[in-house]
């Protein structure tokens, strides 16, 4: 749950825009009674509810996930192509981007899959988190312990935890490149490979 400074925007934004909690009801589809726990810290406040809520009243989503106790910053971390540290391994060549910042719960990779094979890109890898792919070029292959392969063209992305043994295969005669972020836990730090192997 939320914290109730976060979860007060909600009634905050919501009266700066002359909205009612019976209106705003009616628009999201949500009870009078559960917005009301919501505004309140008595219900949970999902990231499909803030969606919604966000849409329906003009402001980012993040507006309602993030508390504005803390002293803004203003930060910014740019990789020029080709610029990023790079971590090599079997089939697989791993650019990390935009790495400057401390204290961060992402990371994120140009990734170039050359791998034709499960065992040319050195076997399944997992760790803890979450990891999203989206490809840039080329179609991937991706193989995951507990779900059949799946095929993910040009344009296509994926999200999927991370701690599921997972694989990267490039289908066809051309690498995938993929753009690939990973989020971890809080009390992870995110230095070091791109995912631990596994047998």
């Known amino acids: 749950m939320k914290s109730k400074t976060v979860l007060a925007k909600i009634r905050e934004i ?8 019976e209106e705003l009801s009616a628009a999201c589809g949500l009870s009078v009674s559960q917005l009301s726990k919501i505004e309140n810290g ?13 849409g329906l009243l003009k402001v980012p989503v ?3 996930l993030s508390s504005s106790d803390k002293t803004p910053i203003a930060r910014r971390s740019i990789t020029q192509a ?3 540290i790079v971590h090599q391994t079997p089939g697989m060549r791993f650019e990390v981007l935009c790495s400057d910042f401390r204290e961060k719960r992402n990371v994120f ?20 988190g979450e990891e999203f792919l989206h490809v840039l070029e080329g179609t991937l292959n991706l193989h995951t312990e507990h779900y059949e392969p799946t095929v993910l063209a ?5 999200l999927f935890d ?5 694989a990267y295969v490039a289908v066809g005669s051309a690498d995938a490149v ?14 070091g490979a791109p995912g631990t192997r596994r047998g």
């Open 62 to 64: 993040t507006a309602f």
């Open 162 to 166: 991370a701690s599921m043994p997972h």
């Open 82 to 84: 080709g610029g990023g």
């Open 154 to 158: 040009t344009g296509d992305s994926i």
């Open 42 to 54: 008595k219900a949970r406040l999902t990231f499909d509810i803030a969606l919604t809520l966000s």
């Open 178 to 191: 993929v753009l690939m972020s990973n989020t971890v836990p809080g009390d992870m730090d995110l230095a």
């Open 14 to 21: 919501r009266k700066s825009k002359g909205l009612t909690l």
């Open 109 to 128: 990779w140009r990734v170039v899959i050359s791998a034709r094979t499960v065992e040319d890109s050195g076997g399944w890898r997992s760790h803890p």
